[in-house]
């Protein structure tokens, strides 16, 4: 378990024992007062004993609802909580409706698993907020075989509401291109796209800036995309460079991206020692914006094609570079390595 999800588990059991505890202590309270209570209803005109009487059947009616909110922020921290939402909402009339409001609860339904019924639901509930949606690479050959057209249909009609897009694709083409067909869609609110590719050959992926005017982040491990036209909205990119023939189109790819702000180049797996081929016609890439650069998977064999890869790249502005594992490359490589981006 990563240390993300043990501070995630462990804030959620925090939360839940805090709410636990505030619940506890309005069923006391409420006790302690019944007697007074009573009488006072008893006292009120008729119009108003019911209103009371309801208002009072639920301890957890007592608390403040900005405290009835941070219950469930904390119970819950992450939509896709999806059990413990459902949990919350069936405890009290007043706590399902504090989940109600609270829109962004519903803002990642399971587009694998879940009956169309019940996204859509999951979908209208999470009102303007902007959706994730994840589909496994089983859920795409569901809708590129017309198994699923009351999901492809919902998907669809919810694309303008599309905040993340997260796909895993296989190695036939036909998989990639279903994903290109959904993104020639107009998506005015996606703002990070992730995919992951299959192990062989690479796959491309044609994007569109003005269908995802607002795209900032893009996320792509075996998979390269191909722009129209460069993107000057994406300001954080990550790609997967873990051979030789993998420089040249990832150069291509910054080309499309040259506002970008951060960059990640994931080399795990870099092992050989083949000289990088660009093309004579390759021109560099003027990444003016360019201020944190991070390389995965630093080994010494690495270094030679990343001195190579960043002697094609412009890079004036550059304040940080994140390389996890450099000590194990050695001191002669790290000289070599520094030099080359120190150049840039």
Request: proline residues 6%; neutral net charge.
């Amino acid at each position: 378990m990563t240390a993300n999800a043990n501070r995630c588990g462990i804030k959620q059991a925090v939360g839940l024992k805090l709410g636990c505890l505030l619940i506890s202590l309005a069923c006391a309270l409420w006790s302690s007062r019944a007697g007074t209570i009573v009488m006072y209803v008893h006292n009120r005109q008729q119009t108003n004993e019911a209103t009371t009487t309801e208002t009072l059947s639920s301890p957890i009616a007592m608390l403040p609802p900005e405290l009835v909110r941070d219950i469930v922020f904390f119970a819950v921290g992450d939509p896709r909580e999806r059990h413990t939402i459902l949990r919350l909402s069936q405890v009290s009339q007043s706590l399902r409706q504090t989940v109600l409001d609270m829109s962004w609860l519903f803002t990642e339904a399971d587009w694998n698993c879940w009956p169309t019924p019940l996204l859509d639901l999951w979908c209208r509930r999470a009102c303007a907020q902007p959706l994730t949606v994840y589909l496994t690479a089983i859920s795409i050959y569901r809708l590129m075989d017309g198994e699923a057209p009351e999901l492809q249909a919902l998907l669809e009609s919810c694309s303008r509401r599309w905040g993340t897009l997260i796909f895993a694709t296989t190695s036939q083409e036909r998989c990639t291109r279903f994903v290109e067909r959904l993104l020639q869609r107009a998506c005015p609110l996606l703002h990070t796209i992730s995919g992951q590719g299959a192990l062989g050959p690479r796959t491309t992926l044609h994007l569109h800036p003005d269908c995802v005017p607002s795209l900032q982040t893009l996320y792509f491990d075996r998979i390269w995309p191909i722009f129209s036209t460069s993107f000057t909205s994406v300001t954080e990119l990550t790609c997967t460079c873990a051979r030789p023939t993998d420089w040249s189109p990832f150069l291509e790819v910054l080309k499309g991206c040259h506002l970008v702000q951060r960059l990640t180049i994931n080399s795990w797996g870099y092992y050989r020692d083949d000289p990088i081929v660009f093309p004579a016609a390759t021109g560099k890439a003027v990444l003016s914006s360019l201020t944190h650069l991070e390389i995965g998977g630093m080994n010494a064999r690495l270094v030679p094609a990343i001195g190579q890869f960043l002697g094609h790249c412009d890079i004036p502005k550059l304040k940080s570079l994140d390389i996890p594992n450099l000590w194990s490359t050695g001191p002669e490589s790290f000289e070599s390595l520094y030099q080359s981006v120190v150049r840039r």
